[in-house]
Nanobody, 123 residues
Framework: QLQLVESGGGLVQPGGSLRLACAAS????????IGWFRQAPGKEREGVLC????????TYKDSVKGRFSISRDNAKNTVYLQMTSLKPEDTAVYSC????????????????WGQGTQVTVSS
């Protein structure tokens, strides 16, 4: 059974950092594109970054360029979203998703989702 579990969310002050983890079970992350999405209250879910099957990364959200990065630990079958210089507007529920084809910024392309983890940036 394919499963994704996010962790690492929490409350952080503006300018702080967090690292989110997306742990996979039931499949190898290297065989899937892994996207990170976020949804703030009252807003649509949006694509943030994606890790390709070959290990490259694509940034979909301009406002996170230079602040967020994505990485993968094959031994742990986990993809990480490193977030730095966090801003209040980064507050959202962050979710990871997997697709066996390729990265996409559109959430309806992905069939497999984690439960999400809350990130709150506030002083």
């Amino acid at each position: 059974q394919l499963q994704l579990v996010e962790s690492g969310g929490g409350l952080v002050q503006p300018g702080g950092s967090l690292r989110l983890a997306c742990a996979a079970s039931g499949f190898s992350l290297g065989s899937y594109a892994i996207g990170w999405f976020r949804q703030a209250p009252g807003k649509e879910r949006e694509g943030v970054l994606c890790m390709t099957k070959s290990g490259g990364s694509i940034t979909y959200k301009d406002s996170v360029k230079g602040r967020f990065s994505i990485s993968r630990d094959n031994a742990k079958n986990t993809v990480y979203l490193q977030m730095t210089s966090l801003k209040p507007e980064d507050t959202a529920v962050y979710s990871c998703a997997a697709d066996p084809r390729s990265c996409s910024r559109w959430f309806d392309r992905y069939n497999y989702w984690g439960q999400g983890t809350q990130v709150t940036v506030s002083s």
